[in-house]
């Protein structure tokens, strides 16, 4: 039987974990002499290639001496929780990698905590050592104090060690030791990592963790095998939470993972992380298990969503022309596809039966979501998030609570203070952190911070860092101020024309450049007063034979604000959506018609 050892590992966003993963895979001889290799091995999806941020757990495997070291690589922002939530029951230990200058970050006490809670064993790596501006000593003892502060056990608070540069390659048990290779740590994990506590000799049974489709194979499951062993075509059956059978049939497929990649294998062993293909209906934290189980095994419970936003069907002039799935029901079946495999979202029907409310943890994962839609060629308006509120036992509304780490720039410390005040935000801590930089540590309502990147990054000259974590549920704060101009609302269909355009950007931001498409309702720019203005930016030179003096300068345009589809999510107002096609991101009033949206706010006011 091989030897096995099952290990996470986690990490703030950008901290080096997958640049890690991807020297270890080469050093281990898990590729041929002459196989080409990329960075960023494990991060193959298109988005995570794009942002730089690992979004989907993924297992891999190498062999050392007669072990087998099973890797779970996990996401390194706080949206993406739920996924390492779920992972980490697979592994019997950690690999913290905490970077050398920052320390120990939000992100970082999250998935520490629930590593912590379960019992594993961690391994403490301080990576990029070898950067300039390298603290080690002060992160040591930041780390020291995050594991005291979460409750670890004395078993766990005697972590061992090691100094590391990902990037180069290289691992030590001490600073003066040799930096050769990243030996040291397999090494580390072998002794420290216990083997998996299981029974071989009971039933089969795995609890199922990841879900993928393949186009061959149909949706595969990945998951620990908790107790016995298991061939092909062996019969097993599918349990749900609750002990009711899901379905039953024969084990069609098995895999194992090497490196990158899933290799067919005929028998698996308990504790090894495995693959099944050939199921039909079984879904993540459902139990896979021999014909004789009747209890399924305990799935750790996700902590639920605090953010929701709206889909609905585009319903805007340009509708169906640059997407070919523009139905609520194709929505609808994609959503529902997407909680299948993604726990940590939820899906709630809308009375109207064109509109969806998706719950999520925070902007980054829901826009990850309805990115990944436009890409598979959908049409949908987004509204502007929501925070989920909640009532206390004697009625008193709470609202989420999130804690805030800014990392700035000591001459801009001042204005995020006087921004995150304005914002119902109380500072818990202000520190200096070196090189002419401050920490800024906060506790802040979840709607506070809906739309206050953008503002952040502006204020601190894009030098800013801020990361942020959900804390708890607190008491409702009331009104917080949004965003403080009015915007530009075009009038009439047609294409932007630079004339047009010139005589605006005096007094506005723009969103748009000449020969873009607008129609009523789409917004065009940003005014620098705090009133919606509608504008007509088709409005063309008149051409006469009259000639004066300056009238035929050439026009300079300004060039446009671009923002993301995260920005335009948050930068919207309760009556207004981001339009999601395939091409394009436009930004809209609700209520497209003109005189429909005045007599809309006549109501509101007298309402009122």
Known sequence: MTDIRNIAIIAHVDHGKTTLIDNILKQSDTFRTNEATDERMMDSNDLERERGITILAKCTSIQWENTRINIIDTPGHADFGGEVERVLQMADGVLLLVDASEGAMPQTKFVLSKA??????????????????????????????????????????????????????????????????????????????????????????????????????????????????????????????????????????????????????????????????????????????????????QSTPIDPPTMAITLSVNDSPFAGQEGKKVTSRMIRD?????????????????????????????????????????REGFELSVSRPRVLIKRDEEGNLLEPYEEVVVDVDDEFSGAVVEKMSRRKAEMQDMRPSGGGKTRLLFIAPSRGLIGYQSEFLTDTRGTGIMNRLFHSYGPYKGEIEGRRNGVLIGIGIGEAVAFALNSLQERASMFVVPKDKVYDGMIVGENSRDNDLEVNVLREKQLTNMRASGKDD??????????????MIAYIQDDELVEVTPISLRLRKRVLDSNDRKRASRTKVDVA
């Open 334 to 374: 994609r959503l529902y596809h997407e909680a299948e495999s993604n726990i940590a979202i939820t899906i709630k029907d809308l009375p109207s039966g064109e509109a969806f409310e998706v719950g999520g943890r925070g902007e980054l994962q829901l826009g990850v979501l309805i990115e990944t839609m436009r």
């Open 554 to 567: 050439a026009i300079r345009l300004v060039p446009p604000r671009l923002m993301t589809l995260e920005d």
């Open 116 to 297: 912590l809670k379960i019992g594993l064993k961690p391994i403490v790596v301080i990576n990029k050592v070898d950067r300039p501006d390298s603290r080690i000593d002060e992160v040591v003892n930041e780390v020291f104090d995050l594991f005291c502060a979460l409750d670890a056990n004395d078993e766990q608070l005697n972590f061992p060690i090691l100094y590391a540069s990902g990037r180069a390659g290289w691992c030590a048990t001490s600073l003066e030791a040799p930096r050769e290779n990243l030996h040291p740590l397999l090494e580390l994990v072998m002794e420290h990592v216990p083997a998996p506590n299981v029974d071989k000799e009971a039933p089969f049974a795995m609890l199922a963790t990841l879900l993928s489709y393949d186009p061959y194979l149909g949706r595969i499951l990945t998951g620990r095998v908790c107790s016995g062993r298991a061939s092909v075509n062996q019969a097993f059956k599918t349990l749900d939470l609750d002990g009711n059978l899901v379905e039953q049939g024969r084990l069609s497929k098995l895999f194992a993972f090497s490196g990158l990649k899933r290799i067919p294998v005929e028998t698996v062993q308990a504790g090894d992380i495995i693959a099944i293909a050939g199921v039909t209906n079984s879904l993540v934290s459902h139990t896979i298990c021999d014909m004789a189980i009747n209890t399924p095994i």
